[in-house]
C-alpha cells in the first residue's frame, strides 16, 4: 500500500515510524514531514497547498491511503475532499472534527449523549454582558475556553471576577482571531488528567494503552501550558475499573452519538480526561493522535498498524491487526528550547542523537531543522526522546540516560515525566 501521512511534529514521527514498519506498507510518502520523518519516508517533492494540490499528488503516486496528524487538517475538510475523489483516509470528516475545532459544539454534544464532563455555559460575541453577568456570580477559579483552534493556548483559568473580566476583554476582542468569537466558561475540575485513543471506524473502535501527558512547562505541574512535555504509557491511574467506566460511559456514547447525529466518527478519537475518586470527566475531546502521548503509546504496539488504520479508514476496523505488548512500559522526554512556550532561540546544532539510538532510544524529531546539512533546533518542542522498558521506572530511567546522551545549546527538559504513575505503584 502507499501511504501519504499529512503533519510535521513529533506524533507524525511516530506515526510515520509505526507505518512504515508495517507489513502493507510499500511506500510512505511524507508532507510536509521533518528531517527525522524523512529519513524514513520519501519527502513528497512539490509544494501542496490546496485540497486539490493533496488530489493530485495522491492520483500521480497512486496513495492508497492518507494519515492526517493534525487538527487544523482535520477542520478544514481535507479528508472531505479527498474521499470525495476515491481516496481513503484515516482521520474524521470536517463535521466529525468538530468535536475539536469547536468547543463549544463538544460541550453541546456531551451534555446531549449524557457524557461526564464539566458544567458550563457558551456565550458568543454579542453576549458579553451576559457572560460578564454570569461570572460576576460564578464560583472561582473558572475556566474560560475560546470555542475555535487556538494551537492549545485557547483555555484559560481565571482565580477572581476582576481575572475573567480580563480574558473574556481580551478572547472578545480578537487575542485568538475568529477562534475566540465565542466562548465556553466552565467549572474548574480538580484531580488528576489522563487521555485516550480510541481507533474507530464510526462504529466499533480499539482503545490503545492510556497514557498521561505533562502540560506545563515545569517540573510539579507549574508554569504555562505548552504542546507537552513528555508523557508515558500505560498510566496506572486507569486501571480496570476505570477503564470500563470510560469505555461505556465516554468513548461509546462519543462513537454512537456521533453516527447517529449523521457525523460518524473515523479515525483516532481522543479523549482528554480528568480523574478524580476513580471517576472519570472529559476535558476535551480531539480528533487525531495526542502529542506527545502517541510517541509513549505506539512503541507498545506490535503487529500492521497500517492496516489497522487502513481497515478504520474503510469502515471495517480489524482490531486483530495490532496487539499490545505485555509488560512492557514507555517514556517520552520532550526536550525543549529554553524560553519555550514564549521566546526562544534557534538554529543551536543537535547532537548524539546517534548515539542515543544506538543505545535503544526512539528519538522522535519535532522542532528540528536542516542547515548547512547541520541538524538544529527550530521550534519550541525539538525532540522527543523515548525510551521502553520492563517496568516504569525502568523506562523512565532509560529516557532519562538517552536525554543526557542528546546535547544542543539552550537544551530544557523536565526532571519528572513519568513520576505520578511511579507514585502510584507505590501506593
Ligand atoms: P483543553 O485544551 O480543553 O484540553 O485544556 C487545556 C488544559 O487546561 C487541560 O489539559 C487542563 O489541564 C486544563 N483544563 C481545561 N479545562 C479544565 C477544567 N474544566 N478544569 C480544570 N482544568 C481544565
Ligand atoms: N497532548 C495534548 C494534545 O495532543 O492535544
Not at 526522546?385 to 530511567?397: I, N, P, R, W, Y
Amino acid at each position: 500500500m502507499n501511504i501519504l501521512l499529512v503533519g510535521s511534529g513529533g506524533r507524525e514521527h511516530a506515526l510515520a515510524l509505526y507505518l512504515s514498519k508495517s507489513k502493507s506498507c510499500d511506500k510512505l510518502y511524507s508532507y510536509p514531514g521533518n528531517p527525522g520523518i524523512w529519513k524514513i519516508s520519501e519527502k513528497a517533492g512539490k509544494e501542496i497547498k490546496s485540497h486539490s494540490d493533496y488530489i493530485g499528488f495522491c492520483k500521480e503516486n497512486s496513495i492508497d491511503l492518507v494519515v492526517i496528524g493534525p487538527e487544523q487538517p482535520l477542520a478544514d475538510g481535507l479528508s472531505d475532499s479527498l474521499r470525495q475523489n476515491g481516496i481513503a483516509v484515516f482521520g474524521p470528516s470536517k463535521l466529525a472534527a468538530r468535536l475539536e475545532s469547536s468547543k463549544g459544539f463538544a460541550k453541546d454534544f456531551m451534555q446531549k449523549y449524557k457524557i461526564p464532563t464539566a458544567s458550563f455555559k457558551t456565550f458568543n460575541k454579542t453576549e458579553q454582558d451576559q457572560a460578564t453577568d454570569y461570572l460576576r456570580t460564578a464560583n472561582y477559579p473558572i475556566v474560560i475556553k475560546a470555542d475555535g483552534l487556538a494551537a492549545g493556548k485557547g483555555v484559560i483559568i481565571t482565580n477572581n471576577f476582576d481575572e475573567s473580566q480580563n480574558t473574556l476583554n481580551q478572547i472578545f476582542s480578537g487575542i485568538f482571531g475568529e477562534a475566540g468569537n465565542a466562548v465556553v466558561i466552565e467549572e474548574f475540575m480538580e484531580g488528576e488528567e489522563a487521555s485516550i485513543l480510541a481507533i474507530t471506524d464510526g462504529k466499533d473502535y480499539l482503545l490503545l494503552p492510556p497514557s498521561q501527558d505533562h502540560k506545563r512547562i515545569f517540573d510539579g505541574d507549574k508554569g504555562k501550558n505548552t504542546g507537552g512535555m513528555g508523557a508515558y504509557s500505560p498510566a496506572p491511574i486507569v486501571n480496570d475499573n476505570l477503564l470500563k467506566q470510560i469505555e461505556n460511559e465516554i468513548i461509546i456514547p462519543a462513537i454512537n452519538g456521533m453516527s447517529t447525529e449523521g457525523t460518524p466518527f473515523m479515525g483516532c478519537l481522543y479523549a482528554g480526561l480528568m480523574i478524580k475518586d476513580n471517576k472519570a470527566k472529559v476535558v476535551e475531546f480531539n480528533v487525531r493522535f495526542g502529542d506527545p502521548e502517541t510517541q509513549a503509546v505506539l512503541p507498545l504496539i506490535k503487529g500492521d498498524f497500517v492496516a489497522l488504520v487502513y481497515s478504520a479508514a474503510i469502515g471495517k476496523l480489524d482490531k486483530n491487526k495490532i496487539s499490545i505488548l505485555e509488560n512492557n512500559h514507555c517514556c517520552c522526554v520532550v526536550l525543549a528550547s529554553d524560553g519555550y512556550p514564549d521566546n526562544f532561540e534557534k538554529g543551536f546544532e543537535i547532537s548524539g542523537i546517534d548515539d542515543a539510538e544506538k543505545n535503544g532510544a526512539f528519538v522522535f524529531h519535532a522542532g528540528t531543522a536542516l542547515r548547512e546539512n547541520k541538524l538544529v533546533n527550530s521550534g519550541g518542542r525539538v525532540l522527543g526522546v523515548t525510551a521502553l522498558g520492563e517496568s516504569l521506572k525502568q523506562a523512565v530511567e532509560k529516557a532519562y540516560h538517552y536525554v543526557e546522551l542528546i546535547s544542543f545549546k539552550n537544551k530544557y527538559y523536565r526532571k519528572d515525566i513519568g513520576l505520578k504513575g511511579l507514585n502510584r505503584h507505590f501506593e
